[in-house]
């Protein structure tokens, strides 16, 4: 059994670092002093936990315990979103070094590798662009994508050698010997809340394709221009959003959202000559999120086409969604039974790092309950019972795994 004590107070202990003592929110943004600082504490319990410490070169924390041929290999993160909450990827970082921490202690013979992984910048704060650790260890992040900048045009890879990393060449980070990866993570939704049960056995992650569709129209005097010959940008885009969702509303899991919009040029009295909105599509189905895209976009043509406006779609972020494996979700789900809990399996709707080394090895995800489903908010909230029955049966799969 776990430490269930030290795993809470640690967790405890992480919550302090970049936290708002007015609202409780915790800010600890990649690239930053707290997160630094969050670093010093995490390295310290793998110390602690009879790891070696390595930093990869964007960053990625990586704590290794055994010196065998074969690895495993468990992660999560630590930065957060603008005022986060406390269990969002701390709880499977702390919880993974709790695991070997525990399989230490009762020095337990191995034959793999155990290897717990921070990964660098999950969340995508700063440059509006995340999961940069994951990418680079499954070889999907490119050159090009170290260009992005932040507001003030500080571009990644800058804000990597300032932080004394060298990213380059990229292909040197990439990882091809790892067996298994199991990441545990809050759910951030309400399914294992109705179904009354601690825990869940992730099936796949969902990724989001995001579309951003401009409509352009003609701006024109609200009071002269008649109602038949107007090219009015928002009134198309409005059909258009009410179209998504008439789609979405026919499938079974497939969700989207339009979540952002922008009207040009905004004004009371003005006919809006130009909407811009975002389209966030979302399945663990790379088919059906083609085949989703595909039908949003002919529809969305119909309707520009009738209302006299053009439309115009640009892709702005494609994921691949992963699917977790089989030998994985079979034996979290054994373990899970061993605690006297029935296993039960759900997708996962929120992106997560183990969705990119997927690319790489294959891939199995614990989830522990959410209060009301809250997460990336101070409200966030996972019971020290649920996190303690979590963190055991991680334990077990980890030790099925590597003995
Ligand atoms: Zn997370």
Redesign the pocket.
């Known amino acids: 059994m776990i430490n269930e004590n030290r795993l809470l107070r640690r967790l405890q202990d992480l919550s302090q670092i970049g936290r708002n003592e007015v609202t409780g929110g915790i800010n600890r943004f990649s690239f930053t002093s707290e997160e630094q600082q969050a670093i010093e504490l995490v390295t310290s319990y793998m110390k602690q936990a009879g790891m070696t410490i390595t930093v990869d070169g964007v960053g990625n924390i990586i704590g290794t315990y055994g010196e065998e041929s074969e690895t495993i290999m468990l992660g ?2 630590i930065d957060t979103v603008p005022e986060g909450g406390k269990y ?2 701390a709880l ?1 970082v702390l919880a993974a070094i709790e695991v070997v921490q525990t399989i230490y202690e009762h020095q337990l013979p191995l034959s793999k590798n155990i290897e717990v992984a921070v990964f660098k910048d ?2 995508g704060t700063r440059f509006g662009f995340g999961l940069i650790g994951s990418r680079a260890i499954a070889g999907l992040l490119t050159h090009e994508e170290l260009q992005k900048t932040d507001t003030t045009d500080i571009s990644i890879e800058e804000a990597m050698k300032q932080f004394q990393l060298s990213p380059l060449p990229l292909e040197r980070i990439k990882r091809n010997d790892i067996q298994a990866y199991l990441e545990m ?2 759910e ?1 939704g309400k399914v294992l809340e109705n179904e009354e049960l601690p825990v869940g056995v992730v099936t796949g992650i969902a990724a989001p394709l995001w579309l951003e569709v401009t409509v352009t129209g003609v701006s024109e005097h609200a009071g002269a221009t008649p109602m038949p010959i107007r090219q009015d940008a928002l009134a198309a885009a409005s059909e258009m959003i009410l179209a998504i969702e008439r789609i979405l509303n026919d499938t079974t899991d497939s969700v989207a959202t339009v979540g952002k919009l922008s009207v040009e040029p905004n004004g009371v009295n003005v006919i809006p000559g130009r909407v811009t909105f975002t389209i966030d599509i979302r399945d663990i189905d790379e088919q059906k999120i083609n085949t989703l895209e595909s039908s949003i976009i002919e529809q969305l043509q119909k309707v520009a086409e009738r209302r006299n406006v053009t439309m115009t779609p640009k892709v702005l972020q494609r994921v691949k969604p992963a699917k977790t494996a089989s030998m994985l979700q079979q034996q979290l789900a054994s373990s899970i039974e061993k605690y006297g809990v029935q296993p039960y399996s759900l997708i996962s709707g ?1 992106g ?2 183990a969705m990119n080394i997927a690319a790489v090895a294959p891939i199995g995800m614990l989830f522990v309950r959410s209060k009301d489903g809250i997460s990336h908010n101070p409200l966030e909230y996972s019971s020290d019972e649920d996190i303690v029955i979590a963190t055991n049966i991680f334990y077990d799969t980890v030790v099925e795994l590597v003995k």
């Open positions: 999560s993160h969002d990827g499977g999950e969340e993570h809050i951030q929120a997560h790092d």
